[in-house]
């Protein structure tokens, strides 16, 4: 059975960094292509950031060039680095796993699994 932990939200001023982590288990890590999506109150869940298992990376416009996603597979354990934080960063943030088949990168559909979630917070 697939699992999803997300952790390393928080309360971080416009400007600041946070690094969220998202451990997984139940699959073959170094096969799995996983995301981070977010999800602000009153709106759709958006795509964040992707990576594919030869590390191929994916990103939203409106976080390219702040927000880095990378990959440990010994740790089975895929981080979203983000710098430069924005109060319209403010969301709660979700890794999920692709489910086998899909190719799609952006849409929530084309995951399977998903983590519980964890707040990101950016003060003005």
């Known amino acids: 059975q697939v699992q999803l932990v997300e952790s390393g939200g928080g309360l971080v001023q416009a400007g600041g960094s946070l690094r969220l982590s998202c451990a997984a288990s139940?699959?073959?890590?170094?096969?799995?292509?996983m995301g981070w999506f977010r999800q602000a109150p009153g709106k759709e869940r958006e795509f964040v950031a992707a990576?594919?298992?030869?590390?191929?990376?994916y990103y939203a416009d409106s976080v390219k060039g702040r927000f880095t996603i990378s990959r440990d597979n010994a740790k089975n354990t895929v981080y979203l680095q983000m710098n430069s934080l924005k109060p319209e960063d403010t969301a709660v943030y979700y890794c999920?796993?692709?489910?086998?088949?899909?190719?799609?990168?952006?849409?929530?559909?084309?995951?399977?699994?998903w983590g519980q979630g964890t707040q990101v917070t950016v003060s003005s």
């Open positions: 999920a796993l692709r489910s086998r088949l899909r190719v799609g990168v952006t849409g929530p559909h084309e995951y399977g699994y």
């Open positions: 139940g699959r073959t890590f170094s096969s799995v292509f």
């Open positions: 990576i594919s298992a030869s590390a191929t990376t």
